[in-house]
């Protein structure tokens, strides 16, 4: 609503809250601050009594939610930060600036903890890129912006995972997880806490650019785009790197007592932030902040989210040793404004004040409680006949983009910077990265919004159980999680209650399994506000696990005369499959997930293969058994011959075996298969026998047919479908 | 027959984005050797059309047009500078 | 033997080359910013990278860099110098080595495995690897399209001045699927693959070592 001669994204109740609780009117910077500040990007005003379900302690677990990152304590004085941010509605206009500054943006949340970017992971969602042209535009350039940004700064992006659906045709997301691994005693926080320490904004200048970006991340994406423009971000990667050396130098040296990025909300949100959480006050110097343009108003300073800018506190009396350190690097640095006691965040313009605020009172947006109602509408199911040719239905789903191999998207991206790529992209189902105490770090992205959106607590603990089962399929322990909550507008009592509920069977699915969330993000407001459509509700779950020793990480490609065994219990389950989304159908509600059973089954295929019993592993997920076998034959180039009738499974057709997306399932290759069938069979996990390694085609014997599917056709229709969709006249 | 424009097209960040590129040419190649009299570099794209057109005018109507449809530029990141070269 | 790997802002395979040069090959290696490198070394390698955020073009700006001058005054000397990626690009522009390097055909990124054929075994680089072995290295890299005028090219051949090529797949459309050069002594070497990336079975092979090996024996002659 205006405020006086402000447009601001506050609603009646929180301007009467406001004036309440300072007991007299704020001024136009004020009221900008205020805006800014308590925007549903940077404040999570709506979501905050939602997410407070999570469980977010465990014995390694050094830091949950609240901070900058979430952290790890990984043994040997070492740790490890995990966080994951999102740019969705930059990107929907300027992918390419969007999808970079976003790499920008995340990276700086590691550092600013005193740990070293290690690694990213992109979740990303686009619109139907067989058909939108749109889509594909958008998708190219998110592509290549994650690609330049990320390249550029030498940090690798090992894994990801990318969706495709018309939902996201006006709405794409993107999502960026960041890694970083530091020493536990010299980890920063984002607090001011010492009274008389300065607080140093390094980086770039502050300019209009990024004007409202969270005001604008808070609102539905109007149909004219003109009043987007200031909002855009310029990716600057180069300052960035300078940035990432001389803040970890300072950090090295210990004149660093907190750091804080600038990312929503700008200087507001950093600046008031770092005084709530170390309980003080700030004395800013708006002169001192370096700007762009000569003409810039106070709010302009104040809110602008001109990117590559940090906050340092540095101690006092150290600030010549900041200097030096800036200095060599090239890297701009001001000092803008002093830590005090007072409480309050008070802006000064050449001794005139303009704008006191307590720190507490913008810091803490009141939270807002929204309605939740379940959807009414009955959902149908579907029926149809089998088709006749399975083979085609199987290099179909193969070609098709959501599942198809991503190689086309990650050589584009570095993911040998660093030299701790062990597992790499395409190889296995998560990421493998060495790290210096002989343990290895395992991490994945995931989200599934067809399970999603037919039941949002089903969908969200799939996710989360998806995302584990690919940490243990590479011989990792789970130990943290990252959500990411991406829906439409909260206002929407049926997207709040999707919410609700999806934040709720993450929520009781990480207690069983005991990985606590150490961070994540909300973010609402994805949808077209000309056609009203939201997104499909999408979770996304980024989950970091452990692997013991290098002997234990396993990888997915089949081996010559190696025995496949098949790991879990097939349901017909293939509502909300792939198999359906390509028929164009959805389906009444997601396969089930058996909490405990899904637990038990992951614990013991871990055991096997730690134990030294599996050879390769995959877990099964989109596509069901039939693409699961073929990833594993492409992977290494090896077909093989499996009578699938011995799986464990309910009575079904063969193209429902063959594409059932039930959870708790594994695929698993063995030289020990007796050994490893009755390890697991005597836990009450279901496994059979399929068949053995061998020959040039995949051959499946179902109950009503055989299925042959030579390997060179798998392998061109699963590796080259991209490069065909989005560069059809390259070789 | 329509005759044949030579346009130069620039694409280049708005002029109140900031362009990291240029600003790196500047402060790290040119003042550091010594060329202390340059005050701003702004880097572009350039493209060299020659197009069909009626006139002048048609020329630069049908360039922008086709910037702007195949998305050559990104009008939220970019400016569009367009120079149509008189007819021989 | 002393071995400095010069870091330029926006350097970012500085640390990784220093890894293997130390931990690997268990050699004296030092990480030395730009401003504060001075020459006084046995063997230098320029990095990997986006030295400059490759601003201009890859490599330009560092050319001008005083490091670049040190290491030209080492190349004067018959040192080993190496430049790796961003390090060759630089080597080009600085006009210790000639051609130039234009973006990959593809105009994307390729990050990947590539098979390579050692064809000149009188560098500091390559003296400890049998003429025609095969390598298997990986690229990363936007513009890793060695060009030349076929006179240079011809010419380059001739001298046995081609270190490495492409065997099979050409992933960027480089000339004659070259991938690596040296100067007329042998002593300088540019190349688009990264050794330090391939020196430990757990990240896919160890024909990297050998280049490094190379420059020890390179030393010893």
């Known amino acids: 609503m205006l405020v006086g001669d402000i447009e601001t994204t506050l609603t009646p109740q929180e301007v009467e809250y406001a004036r309440k609780q300072l007991g007299r009117e704020p001024n136009a910077l004020e009221w900008s601050m205020i805006d800014a500040e308590w925007s549903e990007h940077c404040s999570y005003k709506s979501s905050k009594p939602i997410i407070a379900q999570l469980p977010t302690k465990s014995p390694r677990v050094l830091l949950g939610p609240g901070y900058d990152s979430g952290v790890v304590d990984i043994g040997d004085g070492y740790v490890l930060t995990f966080h994951i941010e999102s740019h969705n509605h930059p990107s929907a206009i300027d992918p390419y600036g969007g999808a970079a500054t976003g790499i920008g943006g995340v990276v700086r949340d590691i550092l600013c903890m005193g740990t070293t970017p290690i690694a990213f992971m992109d979740a990303l969602k686009f619109g139907d890129i067989t058909k939108s042209d749109h889509s594909k535009w958008i998708m190219k350039n998110v592509i290549r912006g994650i690609a330049d940004y990320g390249n550029c700064i030498g940090v690798p992006t090992v894994a990801g995972e990318i969706e495709f659906d018309d939902c996201f045709e006006r709405n794409c997301l993107v999502d960026v997880a960041c890694l970083g691994l530091g020493r536990k005693d010299k980890l920063l926080l984002a607090e001011a806490t010492h009274p008389g320490d300065s607080v140093i904004l390094i980086g770039g200048s502050t300019g209009r650019d990024g004007i409202h970006g969270a005001t604008f991340a808070s609102r539905t994406l109007a149909a004219d785009t003109e009043q987007e423009r200031s909002a855009v971000q310029i990716p600057d990667p180069f300052t960035k790197k300078l940035i990432i050396e001389a803040t970890l130098e300072a950090s090295e040296s210990g004149i660093v007592r907190g750091c804080k990025d600038l990312g929503g909300g700008g200087l507001t949100t950093g600046l008031s932030e770092i005084a709530d959480k170390g309980a003080t006050g700030l004395q800013v110097y708006l002169e001192e902040i370096p700007i762009r343009e000569p003409d810039m108003s106070p709010i302009e300073i104040m809110i602008s989210e001109s990117q590559e800018r940090m906050l340092l506190v540095v101690k006092q009396g150290q600030e010549d040793v900041l200097r030096d350190i800036m200095q060599k690097y090239g890297v701009a640095y001001a000092r803008i404004a002093e830590v005090n006691a007072t409480g309050i965040i008070a802006v000064t313009r050449f001794g005139k004040p303009i704008a006191n605020l307590p720190t507490s009172f913008v810091a803490n947006a009141p939270i807002i409680q929204r309605k939740a109602r379940a959807p009414t509408a009955q959902r149908a199911g579907y029926e149809h006949e089998q088709p006749k040719n399975l083979e085609k239905v199987l290099l179909d789903l193969l070609c098709s983009p959501t599942i198809s191999s991503k190689g086309w998207v990650f050589r584009q991206y570095d993911h040998e910077v660093g030299i701790r790529t062990v597992a790499k992209p395409g190889q296995a189902d998560a990421a493998v990265l060495s790290l210096p105490n002989g343990k290895l770090a395992a991490i994945k992205v995931d989200g599934n919004a067809l399970f999603c959106d037919l039941d949002p607590y089903v969908g969200g603990a799939s996710v989360l159980a998806e995302c584990c089962r690919n940490l243990v399929a590479v011989g990792a322990e789970p130990v943290a999680l990252l959500d990411h909550c991406q829906f439409g507008d909260p206002n929407d009592k049926e997207i709040f209650w999707a919410f609700s509920m999806a934040v709720k069977g993450i929520a009781d699915f990480a207690r069983v399994i005991s990985v606590p969330c150490i961070g994540g993000k909300v973010s609402f407001y994805n949808q077209d506000e000309v056609t009203g459509k939201a997104i499909k509700s999408s979770p996304v779950i980024a989950v970091v696990g452990l692997v013991e020793k290098l002997e234990h990480v396993t990888k997915m490609a089949f081996r010559e005369g190696e025995t496949v065994v098949v790991v879990g219990r097939t349901k017909r389950e293939v509502d909300g499959s792939e198999y359906y989304r390509s028929m164009g159908a959805r389906g009444r509600s997601p396969p089930s997930l058996d909490f405990d059973h899904e637990k038990r089954t992951q614990a013991g295929v871990l055991d096997c293969i730690r134990d030294g019993y599996v050879t390769a592993c995959h877990d099964c997920a989109k596509g069901g058994l039939g693409v699961a076998l073929a990833e594993m034959a492409i992977a290494g180039a090896k077909g093989a011959s499996l009578d699938l009738r011995s799986v464990v499974a309910d009575e079904m057709r063969d193209d429902e075996l063959l594409f059932s997306e039930s959870n708790s399932r594994f695929i698993l290759t063995t030289n020990k298969p007796d050994h490893l069938v009755s390890r697991l069979t005597e836990r009450g996990i279901p496994a059979a026998v399929a068949g053995t390694v061998g020959g040039s085609e995949l051959h499946l014997i179902l109950r009503d047919r055989e299925l042959r599917c030579d390997l060179t056709t798998m392998q061109d229709a699963y590796l080259n479908s991209l490069q065909r969709i989005l560069e059809p006249w390259q070789k | 027959m329509n005759p044949t424009f030579s346009v130069e097209v620039v694409i280049s960040n708005k002029p109140r984005a900031r362009d990291p590129e240029g600003e790196t040419i500047i402060r790290d190649l040119m003042h550091k050797s010594g060329f202390e009299s340059v005050k701003e570099v702004r880097t572009g794209k350039l493209l060299s059309i020659k197009v069909e057109a009626t006139d002048e005018a048609d020329a630069r109507n049908k360039v922008v047009a086709m910037c702007n449809d195949l998305r050559i530029y990104n009008p939220v990141a970019h400016s569009l500078n367009v120079r149509v070269r008189p007819e021989n | ?221």
Not at chain 3, 96 to 108: H, M
Request: with cysteine.
């Open chain 3, 1 to 221: 033997m002393k071995v400095a790997v010069v870091q330029f802002p926006g350097s970012n395979c500085d640390r990784d080359t220093v890894h293997v040069l130390k931990n690997n090959l268990k050699l004296d290696a030092k990480l030395l910013w730009h401003n504060e490198f001075d020459g006084e070394y046995d063997a230098v390698v320029l990095p990997g990278g986006f030295s400059f955020g490759d601003h201009l073009r890859g490599g330009i700006i560092a050319a001008y860099s005083p490091a670049t001058k040190a290491v030209r005054k080492m190349a004067e000397e018959g040192k080993p110098v190496l430049g790796i990626c961003n390090g060759f690009q630089i080597l080009i522009e600085a006009g210790l080595l000639p051609g130039a390097l234009l973006r990959n055909t593809s105009l994307k990124f390729v990050c990947q495995w590539t098979n390579l054929q050692v064809e000149a075994t009188d560098t500091a680089f390559t003296c400890a690897i049998e003429k025609g072995s095969k390598l298997r290295m990986p690229i990363a890299h936007n513009e890793g399209r060695f060009f030349a005028d076929d006179e240079l090219l011809d010419q380059l051949e001739t001298d046995g001045r081609v270190v490495m090529k492409y065997v099979g797949d050409n992933p960027t459309g480089t000339s004659r699927g070259i991938v690596a050069l040296s100067n007329e002594d042998g002593n300088v070497v540019g190349m688009m693959p990264h050794p330090e990336r391939a020196s430990d079975p757990a990240l896919g092979g160890m024909d990297g070592i050998k280049v490094f090996e190379s420059m020890l024996e390179w030393a010893r002659c």
